[in-house]
């Protein structure tokens, strides 16, 4: 549909006569600016922004004499239309003026200032008059407010000039169309702080009065119209004196008119209010007023809602108080009048507004000074009135950012002085100073830094003064103490030599060497630096490997090697400063003995077995018959020795034998040394005979060993991991303990065992002699234990299985197909890896087409030593990959009898896909099912997979009685017994209505 556009006569206000083209074009451009002015006005806006995009249309039609012509035309019969129409709302409105039999000469003139009626001129309405016109004494503004008693407002009047204030909103330093719960508040904070002065004098008495008549004042807003009232006729009282000079001469000229105007609003009087009362006065004076034209100064001069000044029409901000005109709401941007108490779309109090301006004004002035938990307590209650003004915005980004820099330089300062720098940190504070509020500048960290450095410099003065060395020493310490980087006393301690501590000796304890040194004489604290070098001499603190720093004065360690040559070192270190020489000790070397040694002995020969240490030259063996070798020399030595054993053979059975084991080192010098030595005995005797032959029967759970009897005692032992032992090894009886568990034999040659973890286990029996072991055969016995919790979950095509993994499983297999044929269906090898990167779980992706239900099967897996593989029985899960759909149809059969009262129906049953579930058929009477345990169903019968053998339909006769009176309607249902089943079945004509 086209829009009909506006004609431009009429859009320019230009009579259609006109036709000059300059005359035009001024038309054009006044309208031009008054339309720029509306381009953001929240009702006008949108018209004005269209005028101004179609003045390049106007300009180019009015050129045109042929199209001007046309638009002039056009504007005359608007007009006339107008016109016609005018003159009957003129006349209805006439008449209702009439209606009293007269009209005064006021209502002629209110009504020629009404927007429909200002095409008219005052002889056009008076012609159109047909009863009385008469003048009427203009009356004074009435309302049916009171002002405050005299007595009242005196008392108010004289505290206020005590305290130097104007009103009581001055007092308040509130403007006056802030919230009652504004300036509720405003007083308990002033009474809140004048009950903190302690001097109570005659402004402290006018202050208190004050506020009293406040919390009475402003305790609604029908006592607060009443001060309202006294102020307004204060000022009208002042207006009325300037008005009697401009009428002295009986006249009050259009200039003049404005000049009270403007001067009203200065004293806080709204143009409006103002204008009536100049020109009720007036009238009461009976003087006559020249009102200024139409679009005269004052007529188009915009009041500020806030203090009633006057400013220009293009003005945004008030000039009087800076606040704008229009205000947007803080909370949903609705433009609003200065003047409004409460936003028109959300109620926010936009009249407190103009009191965040000199809280934001003080805010910036603190921040200015550097005070800023003054800058932020003023922009917080700034905020409560102005929510997020850009100052306040501004002001505290500015805090925020000021308070990171602060406290970053707070840190460093802290930090220095934990290091005790204290000379740096004296200079990072006074970067504190460009505050120039200086509120962070702490004055205990500057007063421990003071401190301090003064104790530092004090210390100072006593090295400079000092008579002796150590006295120098000490005065350069104790300020370095106060004051690390107090470089005077650092370079002063370089000056005075460190020297290495005396009388370092070494001694061995077990394993270890201890180190003792003598103190350094110093009346300073020194520490110790111990260095150890293999093979030679330290030459500086760097050379070797450091043990320690300490203040003790010896030192035990238990890192050395047996057979390694050792050199230490100590360095004296003094603030720092290490000694120049350090205190050493000989060459060191431990000696130490062999681990781990066995005897086992055998027919005819007794095997030796040890670990020797690593640096050892040679192992020697020392023996005697009957008793052990007292040292080294002592008995005879064996000839063939190796560095882990020897075999001591051609020995007479049942015969002890006594050894003694001695490492053998050498020094620098190729000199050797030797150890203690350990001794051991053992007798020479015949081993017993090995279990050669282990057979294992395996039923479920449990295993059998059994074996061939053998005349020794025979132990078995179990383990998770091959013993690694050869048949008929011989080993000492003490180390049976650390190869296995062992297992308790209760007959000869046999023993059961309950397998319970999932997995490959060893089983060794074990021939005991005495002292002797012999191993025998080995067997492995494999035990497969099932997964649990199998569950699926089908998603289209996709099946995802999770299981419970028994302990120690690694790989199950994954088998799935036809329930009827699963040997043949599809495996997968999943491992447990595999099993935990699908976020525990296995899906099988394959399409499951022309399968209604699936059979999964999951089987551990398990592979013997001898690299064959075994499967579990397998844990088994039946599921469905399409739901089985059932087409329920119910017919009535026959008429009802009079004398039976049981109704005959054929219920016939399709079914498409295999059923698991036994079924219900349901009836309810008169209403629908409405769960499947709905209280009121009744069973007629269960069909189940049986009913179906042979056919996928099947047809039965059913009978039911009702079991209440008046039931004209029967419902049914065919529902799962088991209700979790639901999701498998999707039944149709469920629900079936049959008519009785």
Same mark, same amino acid.
């Not at 506006?6 to 008054?34: F, H, M, R, T």
């Not at 099947?954 to 049914?972: A, D, E, H, M």
């Given at each position: ?37 509306l381009r953001n006005h929240p009702a006008k806006g949108t018209w004005a922004k269209q005028c101004l995009s179609q003045i390049p249309k106007i300009r180019r039609t009015l ?508 360095? *004296? ?11 050493? *000790? ?96 053992? *007798? ?83 021939t005991i002699k005495g002292q002797l072991a012999v191993v025998g055969k080995q067997v492995a016995v494999c035990f497969l234990e099932e997964v649990k919790d199998l569950k ?205």
């Open positions: 549909m086209a829009t009909i556009r506006e004609n431009y006569y009429l859009l320019l206000d230009l009579d259609p006569s006109v036709e000059d083209k300059a005359q035009i074009e001024g038309a054009i451009s006044k309208k031009q600016q008054e339309w720029a002015r050129d045109d004499a042929e199209l001007r012509k046309a638009e002039a035309e056009e504007a005359t019969r608007q007009l006339h239309v107008q016109q016609k129409e005018q003159f009957t709302e003129l006349d209805q409105a006439l008449a209702t003026l009439a209606s009293k039999s007269f009209i005064y000469e006021m209502e002629i003139e209110k009504l020629l200032k009404q927007s429909a009626f200002k095409s008219f001129t005052r002889q056009d309405i008076e012609k159109r008059i047909e009863v009385p016109i008469k003048k009427i004494a203009a009356q004074p503004e009435q309302d049916d407010v009171k002002p405050l008693e005299a007595s009242t407002a005196k008392k108010i009047e004289e505290d206020l000039s005590i305290v130097q204030k104007s009103d009581l909103y001055d007092f308040l330093e509130l403007k006056p169309g802030s919230t009652l719960r504004t300036i509720e508040g405003r007083i308990n904070d002033r009474y809140k702080a004048l009950r903190e002065k302690s001097v109570k004098d005659a402004f402290y008495t006018a202050t208190q009065e004050l506020l009293g008549q406040c919390r009475r004042i402003f305790k609604d807003e029908e006592s607060r119209k009443r001060y309202q009232k006294t102020l307004d006729l204060n000022r009208f009282s002042s207006l009325s004196k300037l008005i009697d000079i401009a009428g002295l001469d009986n006249e009050i000229s259009a200039t003049e008119f404005e000049h009270l105007v403007s001067e009203a609003a200065t004293m806080g009087l709204a143009k409006k209010e103002a204008i009536t009362h100049i020109k009720n006065y007036a009238t009461r004076k009976r003087w006559s007023i020249q009102l200024p034209p139409d679009g005269s100064r004052i007529e188009q001069a915009i009041s500020c809602g806030v203090c009633n000044t006057l400013n220009p029409p293009k003005a945004t901000n008030c000039t009087g108080c800076g606040f704008p005109l229009e205000i947007n709401c803080p909370d949903c941007k609705t433009i609003n009048p200065s003047g409004t108490a409460y936003c028109s779309k959300c109620g926010y109090a936009i009249a407190d507004m103009p009191n965040a301006l000199p809280l934001i004004r003080d805010a910036k002035d603190a921040l200015a000074e550097g005070n800023h938990s003054k800058a932020k307590l003023l922009f917080g209650q700034a905020n409560n009135y102005w929510k997020n003004h850009p100052d306040i915005v501004a002001g505290r980004r500015k805090i925020d950012e000021d308070a990171k820099e602060i406290q970053a330089i707070v840190e460093q300062i802290e930090e220095l002085i934990r290091k005790k720098q204290y000379y740096q940190a004296r200079r990072i504070f006074s970067q504190l100073s460009k505050w120039p509020g200086n509120e962070y500048a702490d004055k205990h960290l500057e007063k421990k830094i003071t401190d301090q450095i003064d104790g530092a410099e004090k210390w100072l003065q006593k090295a400079q003064n000092a008579s002796s060395i150590a006295e120098k020493e000490e005065a350069f310490f104790q300020a370095v103490n106060l004051c690390k980087d107090c470089q005077a006393a650092v370079d002063g301690l370089a000056t005075i030599p460190t020297v290495p501590p005396k009388d370092l000796s070494f001694s061995f304890q077990d394993n270890s060497v201890l180190l003792s040194w003598l103190a350094v004489p110093s009346k300073i604290p020194v520490t110790y630096k111990l260095i150890r070098k293999a093979r030679s001499i330290p030459t500086h603190a760097e050379d070797g490997e450091l043990l320690t720093e300490t203040a003790q004065l010896s030192f035990l360690d238990k890192e050395t090697k047996a057979g390694v040559l050792y050199y230490y070192a100590v360095f *004296t270190q003094r603030n720092g400063k290490l000694s120049a020489r350090a205190a050493c *000790t000989p060459p060191v070397l431990r000696i130490a003995e062999i681990r781990q040694l066995r005897a086992i002995p055998s027919d005819g020969s007794i095997s030796l077995l040890w670990e020797a240490p690593e640096h050892t030259r040679s192992i020697e063996v020392w023996y005697k018959k009957n008793s052990v070798p007292g040292r080294r020399g002592d008995g005879s030595q064996l000839s063939s020795v190796r560095k882990d054993g020897a075999i001591h053979e051609g020995l007479a059975n049942e015969e002890q034998y006594g050894y003694l084991i001695v490492a053998v080192y050498s020094d620098n010098s190729g000199k050797l040394l030797y150890s203690q030595g350990v001794s051991i005995q053992a *007798t020479a005797t015949p081993p017993p005979r090995a279990v050669e032959h282990l057979t294992v029967k395996k039923s479920a759970e449990l295993a059998e060993l059994i074996w061939e009897q053998v005349p020794n005692k025979v132990e078995m032992y179990s383990s998770t991991k091959a013993f690694p032992f050869q048949l008929s090894e011989i080993l000492p009886y003490a180390e049976l303990g650390n190869i296995g568990r062992l297992i308790p034999i209760h007959q000869k040659g046999k023993v059961t065992i309950r397998l319970s973890q999932h997995g490959i286990r060893y089983f060794m029996p074990v699926a979950n089908v998603n289209n095509d996709k099946v995802h299985l999770t299981w419970s993994w028994p302990k120690g499983a690694e790989k199950v297999e994954v088998l799935y197909g036809d329930p009827f044929a699963i040997d043949s269906g599809l495996p997968f090898t999943v491992s447990k890896q595999d099993y935990d990167r699908e976020q525990e779980g296995f899906t099988i992706d394959s399409s499951m087409a022309g399968y209604p239900e699936v059979l999964i099967r999951v089987r551990t897996i398990l592979e013997r030593p001898d690299s064959v593989i075994e499967y579990s029985q397998g844990t088994e899960l039946r599921i469905k990959v399409k739901k089985t759909r059932i087409q329920l149809a119910i017919q009535k059969q026959g008429l009802t009898s009079l004398f039976s009262k049981n109704i005959k129906f054929e219920v016939r049953l399709e079914i498409d896909g295999w059923l698991e579930e036994t079924l219900q058929l349901v009836v309810k009477e008169n209403n629908r099912l409405i769960s499947y345990k709905d209280p009121d169903r009744q069973v007629l019968r269960e069909f189940s997979s049986s009913d179906f053998m042979g056919s996928n339909a099947i047809s039965t006769i059913c009978q039911y009685r009702p079991k209440n009176k008046g039931v004209k309607n029967l419902f049914f249902s065919l529902i799962p017994n088991d209700p979790g089943a639901k999701d498998n079945l999707e039944v149709q004509g469920n629900g079936q209505k049959i008519t009785l």
